[in-house]
């Protein structure tokens, strides 16, 4: 037995072996095992054409319906590889961006081109549904949606995008939904219950407070000078007024300014919390006092949380009235809730 | 006896296999095949090579030592200007207000804190120049 037992362990070695060489040495991923979105985003960012200033405006324009859809097909011809790359990303395909953190010095080149990619995609979801091709319209709806969903890693900033591109793929959904059927309003619902959640308010002050103030931690704690060295790459930062001011005085105060921005984060929180009327009014107060603030700390990196809130809540709702209209308009005649 | 006859015819028989001495003939054409072998001709090549470096060194060293006098007798000749030596510089800095704002979380939050729009027009100049590679005349993409 144990002779058997052994040999069959020199056989899983070998055969794992073999299994880990082979896994290696593949030059390509399958499409069908994609296994990091921000990947296949990153190759799709690296096609997209070179925007020039007109393209910008007429890329707004269009959004407007301030020009004619058929001016944007040049701008869609020279983004087609990029668009037809993303296709592979499937909903519970895991998104890593990896980005390094490094507080408020933090890279996210991503943003920028991952809302010109969504963009493009809801363009393009609104010529085909034009011309007639819903199915494709859906899945660069679709995909546009993932894409906001996939962008927002929680940071309140990385929300913000996740929130005007799903603003504008609402949109576009709203303006298809008198030409779907019924299978195709199935699709898209089906499509938006799959998306990954969306994150909260609450959670992305959290992480801001996280990034933010672990980076100020130190500064606060060492010495003037010290603080002084640690600031000098971050430029417009250093180069403030509140920055001298705060630097201008004793370790002691500063701990005390880190302590209370400590808790003017916690303080939105609790705030968001508040029943809808009270939350509104309360993070609006809070903002106010933040401007005015004697604490330079908080002046400086206290986000304007209440815009970015009503917005996301506002995204919540529309989310919810889409979905509500696709099953509504889906259900058999005289059945609508 | 008959044991005797046979050791004797075998001793005979190896003594006729005996190498025979070499002729003087064969022996003067080894020698001239050997003169001309490849490694005979490299080792004379390497030389040769030495040869011709020494002297292009030797060459080398004169004409250093009177371009280098002829210098020191043309006294009105330019002196160069002596270089600065580069001392440790300040850690280079971020954004600077008149460059515009690098891809950072806290340019985009500065922007989100802004007025309306700020933020979008942050992250359009940003769409505009970052990763700027394909154009319309090199378009790999146009049909």
């Known amino acids: 037995m144990t002779k058997y037992l052994l040999q069959l362990l020199i056989a899983l070695v070998l055969f794992g072996g073999i299994c880990g060489r082979s896994f290696a040495e593949e030059p390509f991923a399958s499409p069908a095992k994609v296994t990091n979105a921000a990947l296949v985003y990153w190759q799709a960012f690296a096609l997209l054409p070179e925007l020039s200033d007109g393209d ?32 592979h990303v499937k909903p519970d395909t895991p998104c890593r961006w990896e980005l390094i953190e490094d507080g408020p010095s933090t890279l996210l080149p991503h943003l920028s081109k991952a809302r010109l990619l969504a963009r493009l995609l809801i363009l393009k979801a609104r010529i085909d549904a034009k011309s007639g091709d819903r199915a494709m319209a859906l899945d660069q709806l679709s995909q546009a949606l ?88 971050m430029g417009a930062i250093n180069d403030s007024a509140d920055m001298a001011a705060i630097l201008a005085e004793t370790r002691e105060q500063r701990t005390q300014w880190f302590n209370e921005l400590l808790a003017a984060y916690g303080d939105i929180v609790k705030a968001s919390r508040l029943p809808l009327p009270n939350a509104n009014q309360e993070i609006i107060r809070l903002e106010q006092s933040f401007s005015e603030s004697p604490n330079p700390l908080i002046r400086l990196f206290m986000p304007a949380s209440s815009r970015a809130r009503e917005r996301h809540m506002q995204i919540d709702a529309r989310l919810a009235e889409l979905q509500t209209a696709l099953q509504d308009a889906a259900k058999p005649e005289g059945k609508s809730s | 006896m008959n044991e005797q006859n046979k050791n004797d015819h075998l001793e005979q028989e190896l003594r006729n296999l005996q190498p025979r001495e070499l002729s003087d003939g064969f022996m003067e054409s080894l020698g001239r095949r050997l003169d001309m072998s490849p490694v005979v001709r490299e080792s004379t090549r390497r030389q040769k090579l030495v040869k011709v470096s020494v002297a292009g060194a030797v060459a080398a060293m004169l004409l250093i030592a009177l371009w280098g006098a002829s210098d020191l007798l043309n006294h009105d000749a330019p002196v160069p200007p002596e270089r600065e030596i580069a001392g440790p510089k300040e850690a280079p800095r971020q954004e600077k207000p008149d460059e515009p704002p690098k891809p950072t979380l806290f340019a985009y939050s500065l922007a989100a804190s802004g007025q309306q729009g700020d933020l979008e027009e942050l992250l359009d100049y940003h769409a505009r120049t970052l990763l700027p590679t394909v154009t319309d005349s090199n378009s790999v993409a146009y049909p």
């Open chain 1, 56 to 87: 910008t405006k007429l890329l707004s324009h269009l959004e407007k319906d301030e020009q004619p859809l058929n001016k944007a097909e040049p701008l869609l011809a020279r983004s087609r590889l990029a668009l037809g790359l993303i296709r």
């Open chain 1, 146 to 233: 993932l894409l906001a969903r996939n962008v927002d890693d929680g940071v309140l900033v990385q929300m913000l995008v996740g929130d005007s591109i799903e603003s504008l793929a609402v949109d576009a959904a709203q303006e298809l939904l008198p030409t779907l059927d019924r299978r195709s309003r199935d699709r898209l619902s089906e499509a938006i219950v799959n998306l990954p959640p969306r994150a909260t308010f609450g959670k992305a002050i959290m992480y801001e407070r996280d990034v933010f103030a672990e980076w100020l931690r130190p500064i606060v704690s060492d010495d003037n000078e010290e603080a002084r060295e640690k600031l000098k790459p």
